[in-house]
């Protein structure tokens, strides 16, 4: 058991689509706008887990174009929240970057994003210490899963928020933004390319 919690804490709080846009979230559009963001994320995640578990997304990502047209479409909306957050600070932009995110952005960031299945797939296909009881094992990881991801998100939240609150320049905050974005994209980049190599 303590070789499975130390392998979600490590697995969640290491920067991830997930984390990094929570983080740009709260320094871009604050607390509210967060709490929402992170309230769709908690849903998404649990979707996944569903269908990690259920054998749904085996299923789907056994058909090879429809696992790519998954990919693109991630790769596609990742880049459109990152450019809502990059620009959030900007008064030039090419969509309302001032729409914040909402529930449904974090449930379709989760449904689409390649590590959060990669992420549940670890957890639980492996790790097994209820040997006798393959039900009880699975609620177990729930709990225990959720339970960690929830303080690791809001404390990613906060660390953006506390950019936020900081009150910085307008400039300082743009290039904040940017970074942010760019990072997420950066590990989207690579979690894609990871995950579209044949095994």
Known sequence: MIYFLTSVFLLLITPGPGVLSTAGVG??????????????????????????????????????????????????????????IATSGSKIAFIDARKDPGVIDGILLQV??????????????GYAFMADSLLLETITKFV????????IHLMWLAAGIHLKRLALTAGTQRVINTVMALS?????????????QPS
């Not at 509210?32 to 769709?40: E, P, V």
């Not at 689409?112 to 296909?125: D, E, G, R, W």
């Not at 225990?144 to 303080?151: D, Q, S």
């Not at 997420?184 to 579209?196: E, F, G, H, P, T």
């Open 27 to 84: 320094a871009a559009f604050g607390r509210q706008a967060g709490l929402r963001y992170l309230t769709g994320l908690f849903i998404g995640t649990n979707l996944v887990a569903l269908a990690v578990v259920t054998g749904v997304s085996a299923i789907v990502f056994s058909i090879p174009w429809l696992r790519q047209l998954l990919l693109i479409a991630s790769a596609l909306y990742l880049l459109t929240l990152a450019f809502r």
């Open 112 to 125: 689409i994003n390649p590590k959060a299945y990669v992420v549940n797939t670890t957890l639980f296909s």
């Open 144 to 151: 225990i899963i959720n339970a960690i991801w929830i303080p």
């Open 184 to 196: 997420m994209l950066v590990v989207v980049a690579l979690a894609l390319l990871s995950y579209s």
